[in-house]
Structures are given as C-alpha cells and as structure tokens.
C-alpha cells in the first residue's frame, strides 16, 4: 500500500547506498539533488556546455476532435511524407512516431505496399516507435490492462519483424498511477517519460529523477516542464515573426530546462499533437547552434541516447515515490474531471476486463488443462478490440460524440468473444464433470469459482421456462444429498450459443466452492409437490405456518428490512437513507444511500460548481415508497423510489442553475443473500436534467483522515482533503480521487468498504462524518471551454458535445461492505472480489467424466494477502501463468499446491521470461512456496509434463462441435449471479 503525495511533492533527498537506488547496475545513479553552487578553483563558476538533444516526433490521438478515420488520413499523409523524405534526405535523422505501434496498424492497412520501406526504417533507427500498442489513460484502466496493452505492442513488432523502442514513454497521461515503475520495469523497461501530475519551482522540480513504485521499483525518469509539445522551430523562415518567435523563443526553452537540469543534457522534443514532419529540421538545427554557441549545442538524437548520455554522468537524483498527481502554482493541468465524464464508457470497460481477466482467460486455462486447445489468438482479438478503447481521449470520454458512439460496437465485440470463449470452455470441462449419479429426471447444476480462494455465495442458472422449474415442484442437492434452498423468477436474456430467449433464473447459496475450481448440485422433480399456500420466505415479523415463520436459511424480511446472520439493513422510508448494523461488530451506520446533485459548469476534462450553485441532497425533499422486489430463501430485494425534482440545466451565463425543474424517479434495488457480509444496490432513473454531477453518500460515522483505495496492482492511501485548494493556479487542486473497485474508510473500531462496477471516481468529504461520496453522474454538454472557474485555459477545442449530458436511462451498481477495523484485517477486499467476479452457473446432463463433481485448480495456504489478477496459458510455452500482487504493504509468504503436479515453477517478469536460472523448489506432494514484497507483482510459470496429462474420451478429444451435437443446447445454458446486462 503506498501513501498518495497529491496535494504538495515529498521528496526524499537522502543518500542511500547505490545498491538501494540501483537503476542500471552499470551506472548507479545517486540519490540527492544537484548541487549547482560549485565554483571553479579562482571562485568563478563556470559556464556549463549543455548538450542539448532534439527528438523530432508527433504525438498520434487516435480519436479525439476528430474521428479515427479523419485522424487517419492525416496518419497517411504525415508517413508518406516521412518515407519521401527519408529516401531523399540522409540528414534527416529519426522521427518518432508517438509511444505506440497502433499508428503501424493503421497505416499499413491502407498502405500494404509501404510496409518493406515502413519495417526497414524502423530496424535501421530512423523511424521510432512503441512500446505501447496505444497510450493508454493510467487510472482509467485495469493493471492486467496495461500488461495486455504492452503485449499488443509486441506482438505487432513481432508479426512487422521490428524492435519497438525501450522507453516508459507517456507523454499526455492525465496523471500516473503509483505502480507503473513496477509495470515498466517488468517489461525491461528502466526508464519513463512524463509531462502531467508533476511541477514546482526550478529548485525543488528537476527535469530527471527517480519515480519509485509502491514496491520500491525505480526507473530514470525524464518530465517535460513545457510539455511533449514544444515547436520552437515553428516560426523559422516566416519574415513576419521577429527574433522572439525564432531563435529567442528557443533559448527562453533552453534556459528554463537548463536551471532544472542535473547534468549538462538537455531534452528538446520538436513536435505536438497530429503534427507532420518538418522538413527543414537539418538545416535549422545547423541555423541555431551558430546562435548559441555560449550556451551549448543541438544535436539530433533519439531518446535513448539521451538517457545513456545521463547515466553516464552519474547524477544525483530527487526520489519521489508512488503516483504523480500533483497540483501547484503553474503545474502542467490534471483534468481529473475524466474520471467521471460518460461513465457508461467506464462501465462498460470495467465489464470487459472482468469478463477477460476473470472468466474467458481463466476458464480457457483450465479447459486447456483437461485437454482443450487454448485458443490464445481469439482471446487476443478481444483484448485487442478492448484496448483500443483505452487511449485517453477515448475512455476518458473527452472526444467528440462520435468518437464514443463508435467505441461501443468495440466493447460489444470485445465482451462478445469473451462470453462465447468463457461458455465453451465452462461447456468443456462440464463434459469432463462425472454426473453419471443423476437420475433420469434430473440435472446437474454446475458451479464454477473464477476466484483463488474458497469461497460461498449466490449463483444464478439460467433454465429454459418450459421446464417450469420451481421450489414447489422441483428440489436441489448437494453432493450429499443435502436439500438446498433455491427461488426462481422469470427473466428474458438473449445468451451465447443458443436461440432461445426466455428463462426461469434459479438462485441458491452455492457453499464451499473450491478455488479455481466447480461443485456440482442435482436438479430434480419433488416426489411429493409441496403445499400450494406455502410462501418461500422467512419474515421478520411472526407469520402463519407456511407464511414465512419457518426459518429455512439465515435470511429475513419484513417492513423496509432485510437480515441474515451478519447484516440488519432498514430503510428509513421518511427520506429514502439505509441503517445498516454489522452483527459482528456491533456498529450500526445511518444515513447510507443518500443522493447529493450539484450543478456542473464544467467540460469534459474539469468539473466546475457553478459560482452560485444549488446543492440538493435526497433526503431533504424527495418523495419515498418503500417496497418488496423480490423475496426468497437465497436473497430477498428491497426496492426505495424517490421522487425528486431536479433543476433542469445552468442559466444562460453559466453562473447558477435554472429555476426550471425536471421530475425525476430514482429506483434503488437493495439486495441481501443469505450467509453475506455485503449489501447489494442497484439504482436506475431516467436522467433529464442537464449540467449536474449526481453522487452517493456513505457516511461512516466519524471523522476520518485517509481513505484507502484500489488502484492498478497497489491499494492507495490518501488524505482527505479540507476543501478545494488553489487560488490563483492555473487548475484548482480536486479532492476527487481515482479507484479500481473499492474505496473504504475506518476509524479504528468501526469501517466502511465501497465496491463499485466502473465508477471510477470518489471523494471523501471533510464533514466529520468520514463520508464517501461516489459519483454516479456527470452530465456536461462541451469538449472544452474556456470559461469554466477553475482552469485557466482551454484543454481542447470549444466544441459541443451533447450526448456527454447523458440524458435518459442510467443505471449503476455498488456495494457496501461494513466491518470492524480496516480493509486489510476485516479481508473486505476479498468480500469486493466476490461481489465483482460472481459465480459462473451452469446446467448439463448425466454422463461419465473424469473429473470429480467438486474439484478446484489449487489451495493457497497461509494467512496472506495475495491477489490472483491472471491465470492464462503462457504466451511462448505449454506453461500455466498465474500472476498475483500482495494488497498490503507488508511482506506475506503462502504455500501453493496445484491439483496437477508440476515439473517445474519459475518466476518469470511481465514478459514472461525467467528471472532466475533456478526455478522455485517443489515439496514432496509438488507445492511450492512464494514470497511477495509490499505491493509487488509476482508472475509464476508452472510446467507440467505432458505423459502427466489426464486420458480424456475420444469424443471429447475430438472438440466442441461433437459434444453440441450431441447434446441439446438447452442442456449447456448457462447464467451468472449479478449480471443485469444480457450476460
């Protein structure tokens, strides 16, 4: 767990020994800040030769102002008129094609022709690019995320024959996340290149230093004080400009980094956003070094030979540790804004990844495992379609409507091989389940845990209505024979692999599944149908005999009130809030759920509270009903409408919000299961107001300072800030923050976790209350404006985006976790992994197999904190990869025994090459044991021999298509508890 350094930069400016702040073993590089008062031997200082090293380059949005095909045909006209020029024109040098290998993709596939000339200019160094496959947004995304987007960019350098260029290059991010020095240097990467997140005075902000991560990962890093975009070239030749626009405007660069540097290297980069080559680039460069022969030299470089050119020199370096967001007088603009523009995008992102990194990858693994071919190739097709929306003008929501429009049919497709990958798989090793116990009349329900632990829970199956399943005529065994209760409702879902649309949904509490792993359930006719008064519920309140006063499971419900064996939630039903009390603790938390709605004057990149704003909060006007969704022995739904009239957009000036109100309904889905520790909301209304941010709130109940965050493989402490900070800046400091899937908050005794599915953005507000707020809307109507109250400056064209005020139906999913103390101790992480990554249920028939009815991939032993995040078939060898990062910032160990024996387990980096010549020791019964430093990111490669493998059946050897053959489909549907949108 790392501290966030937001609000003002901690530098550690100690020495420490080169062994600790080691980043070429070659060429340590010392840790303290440059001393530039050394004076000659006569007293004099002496006057500094600065080398100073051009990168001519463009900076290649894919999508932004402009459609991707629009950008595109600029792309063609920038390369072809590179390649001219390079065939004529020996001098000029290199030319660096942004940090991304998309832009080859893109080109090529207009231009095929052109890609001997295009492969031999980047293998002779004169074209430059990558390593990325597209310059992602840092926060936005998942770390698996940014592993796969790294991967992408090898794979197109290997299908190009080509070698991407080593460099940590993020030049536009909105922000860095605190881990990648960790991801960098997992690829071989010891270096990085940033712009925004970092700044301050000459003396304290130098322009190379050491940006460490949460596990103590360290990269040379280069910032840009003016930016990646710097044209200092521009206005040569052009009789009207004077010598302040040419040769003055570039020493004014030049004396800026000079009084920042810490050597006598100085990075100039030439270009900017779409911008195409400058042919005149050899001849100036010769124009302006007779200029300024005082101060020192330009010369053509790439910028790797800038950074061995600063190694060489051995500097003294500032250390600043964790993600750079740093606010302050004259720093580069954050835009954290985006965090909350169009959430629907990061939405659908955060479902993408899940259905990849937590069922597709992972179930392919294991059908791999028993036989199947892993079909790496179409998993990489829909990782591929997903990424390509991770640029930061596109997951951002920071482009133009069409841009966005156009990203959807990208997730669609991406989800779409996912599901379909994951259904067959999960079919596969369905077919390998002995259910040869079952009777004629019954079915097996299969249960599949995507999760590295044991674990219990609500499942749903999807069983076509025609069976007219229900617990009055059917009943559901353990592998016992042990009687386990289930409820049922009708859905409509179009799934997978099937024609068939209509479905009876049967939820039960699926106990003790193994990790990685299945347990199968028997589905059958009662022999006796059960009495048609009997109502399947548990009351709270006394009921007849067969109205709910038998208690058949743990859970409870009664008038606004929902209880099982850890949790009591009720309903206030004169404003709408819950009360919540953890049985285990013995807290109770009041005033959950309420909504707060704030005008929003903003754009795209920045929320802005109009000057005189209007602040509403749910439970101070709206109208409340209170009723019962849906009742069962497995989970039971509680559903708070609140009426509530909501001004209808800002005033003409922009300055306060209209007097015009619209009506709105806000529909809140509270669900408790049985045997959980969470609470589930689902809240859905019709959006018709324009202008406004809408949120959440979570008090906790007192006063906290920090808050605790999920990031990408990193849980990241902050402070809470005070109030908004900054007068006089050219951005305002925000107190909103970025999550992955959960924020909490504790006070010692008492602690509230918040998971989410995509709601990237909270805040934790200064109300002595401790207070999560969570955004679940941000409605704003312009790419950029120039007016907005706290940024000085446009962040793009001023251009009108309608569709970002999200008008019509919204829907969001949350859930709250209380518990006693922390996150850590209470493993409320753990309760959010459960919530994000349900159960995949399943149906098939009665068949011989070789696999048990309840089975699981492995057991991790020990009291640890590790974090499976990949499970996959390795990328050049028949080895299984799991990856796992250790949430706590202490050091944890686990023993890990696999059902299949290994002949080997290495640790292996992000590329999946080995790290040690020897591989990890193996106990007798072939577990191995793993050590994970504070917030590091462990990758294992397990080899298996292949004599090892299981026998499977010839019929099942032979693949999918004869086994749908030769069972019906309606046998293989499948559904999964917790997915409400057509999965």
């Known amino acids: 767990m790392t501290t966030d350094s937001t609000s003002e930069v901690q530098i550690d400016t100690t020495e420490q020994n080169e062994e600790t702040i080691n980043v070429d073993t070659e060429t340590p590089l010392k840790q303290r800040t440059v001393d530039s008062s050394e004076t000659t031997g006569n007293g004099t200082e002496p006057k500094t030769q600065f080398k100073i090293f051009v990168y001519h380059h463009t900076h290649w949005d894919r999508e932004w102002w402009a459609t991707q095909q629009d950008f595109r045909i600029r792309l063609l006209e920038l390369i ?106 997992g690829f071989g990467i010891d270096n990085a290149m940033i712009w925004r997140g970092v700044g301050g005075d000459p003396q304290t902000a130098k322009t190379e230093f050491l940006w460490e991560a949460a596990d103590d990962s360290q990269v040379l890093t280069h910032w840009f004080p003016d930016g990646y975009y710097v044209v200092g070239f521009e206005h040569f030749d052009n009789p009207q400009k004077t010598d302040d626009d040419t040769y003055g405007r570039i020493r004014k660069y030049l004396e800026g980094w000079a009084a920042r540097a810490t050597t006598d290297c100085l990075l100039m980069p030439y270009g900017g956003d779409h911008l195409l080559i400058d042919k005149r680039l050899p001849r100036l460069l010769k124009q302006v070094n007779e200029s300024i022969q005082d101060f020192g030299g330009l010369s053509w470089a790439t910028t790797q030979e800038y950074f061995d050119a600063v190694r060489e020199r051995h500097p003294h370096l500032q250390r600043r540790k ?89 997730f669609d497709q991406s989800r779409q091989i996912a599901q379909i990958v994951t259904e067959k798989s999960v079919r596969y090793i369905n077919a390998q389940v002995d259910t040869s116990r079952l009777e004629d009349d019954e079915e097996a329900l299969v249960v599949h845990n995507p999760l590295p632990w044991t674990r219990t829970g609500p499942v749903d199956v ?60 028997r589905l059958g006719k009662r022999q006796t149908t059960l009495d048609q008064r009997q109502m399947f519920v548990t009351t709270v309140q006394a009921a ?79 109208r409340v009903h209170v009723s019962i969704a849906e009742a069962g022995y497995a989970s039971a739904t509680l559903r708070i409408d609140l009426d509530w009239a909501l001004p209808g957009a800002l005033c003409d000036d922009r300055l306060s919000r209209q007097s015009e109100y619209a009506d709105s309904r806000i529909s809140t889905f509270v669900t408790l299961a049985s045997q959980s520790k969470r609470v589930e909301i689902r809240t859905e209304w019709e959006n018709h107001s324009k202008d406004h941010r809408l949120r959440v709130l979570f008090p906790l109940g007192t006063e906290v300072s920090v808050s ?54 909270f805040e934790v507000l200064p109300d002595g209350q401790g207070t999560v707020a969570v955004t679940i809307l941000r409605a704003v109507g312009w790419l950029s404006r120039e007016d907005i109250p706290v940024r000085v400056g446009g962040a793009g064209p001023q251009m009108p985006t309608p569709d970002a005020q999200c008008l019509g139906r919204q829907q969001v999913e949350y859930a709250i976790v209380p518990h006693a103390g922390a996150w850590l101790e209470a493993q409320a992480y753990r309760t959010v992994h459960e919530y994000l990554a349900p159960f995949y249920g399943s149906v098939t028939d009665r068949h011989a197999g070789t696999l048990p009815e309840t089975d699981g991939l492995l057991e991790i032993e020990g009291d640890h904190s590790l974090l499976l995040s990949a499970c996959k078939k390795a990328e050049r060898s028949d080895a299984l990869i799991l990856r796992f990062w250790n949430v706590a910032s202490t050091e944890t160990e686990v023993r890990i025994r696999l059902r299949e024996r290994p002949s080997g387990v290495r640790l292996v980096n992000l590329k999946e090459e080995p790290l040690e010549e020897e591989g990890l020791a193996l106990d007798e019964d072939g577990a191995f044991r793993l050590r994970a430093g504070p917030a590091k990111i462990v990758t294992v490669a397990i080899e298996f021999e292949e004599e090892d493998r299981e026998e499977l059946p010839q019929s099942v050897e032979k693949g999918d298509r004869q086994q749908v053959q030769a069972r019906k489909s309606e046998r293989s549907t499948t559904g999964r508890n917790g997915r409400t949108n057509g999965h």
């Open 462 to 521: 999807l069983i076509h209505r025609k069976k007219g399943i229900h617990p009055r005529t059917h009943v559901l065994r353990d592998s016992e024979g042990h009687e386990v209760p289930l409820q049922v409702k009708d859905v409509e879902r179009v799934l997978p692999l099937t024609n068939q649309w209509q479905y009876t949904q049967v939820r039960f509490v699926a106990t003790d599944v193994p990790a990685l792993g299945h347990q199968t359930y």
């Open 708 to 761: 605790q965050a999920e990031g990408q493989f990193d849980v990241v402490e902050r402070r809470v800030r005070s109030s908004e900070s900054g007068n006089g800046w050219q951005e305002l400091a925000v107190a909103t923050m970025p999550q992955q899937g959960y924020v909490s908050v504790n006070s010692g005794a008492r602690g509230l976790t918040i998971a989410n599915k995509g709601l990237p953005e």
């Open 544 to 622: 007849a005999r067969l109205k709910g006063s038998l208690a058949v499971t743990d859970l409870r419900v009664g008038e606004g009130v929902l209880e099982n064996r850890f949790l009591r939630v009720e309903v206030n039903r004169r404003d709408g809030r819950l009360s919540m009390t953890d049985k285990g603790s013995g807290e109770r938390y009041d005033g959950l759920n309420a909504f707060e709605d704030g005008g929003d004057a903003g754009d795209e990149y920045s929320y802005a509270a109009p000057l005189n704003d209007m602040v509403l909060r749910s439970n101070e006007g709206a």
């Open 322 to 410: 964790g993600e750079r967001r740093e606010f302050g007088l004259n720093y580069p603009h954050l835009l954290l804004g985006v965090l909350s523009t169009r959430l629907y995008l990061k939405q659908l992102n955060v479902d993408g990844q899940m259905w990849l990194e937590r069922y597709a990858e992972p179930f392919s693994a294991l059908a791999w495992r028993h036989g199947r071919q892993y079909d790496a190739s179409l998993l990489w097709t829909a990782w591929e379609y997903l990424v390509q929306n991770h640029p930061h003008d596109s997951i951002c929501g920071c482009s133009i409507d069409q841009v966005h429009k156009e990203m959807i049919p990208r």
């Open 80 to 185: 072809d008129e590179l390649l001219e020029v390079l065939d004529r024109d020996p001098e000029f040098r290199c030319f660096l094609l942004d940090g991304q290998t998309i832009v080859l993709k893109d080109y090529l596939e207009i231009r095929p022709e052109n890609t001997d000339k295009l492969v031999n200019y980047i293998n002779a160094n004169r074209i430059q690019c990558g390593p990325w496959y597209i310059l992602p947004d840092e926060f936005l995304v998942s770390g698996e995320a940014h592993i796969r987007n790294f991967w992408l960019g090898e794979r197109v350098a290997e299908r190009l024959g080509i070698q991407n260029l080593n460099i940590g290059y993020l030049p536009d991010t909105f922000g860095h996340i605190s881990q990648m020095p960790q991801i960098l240097r």
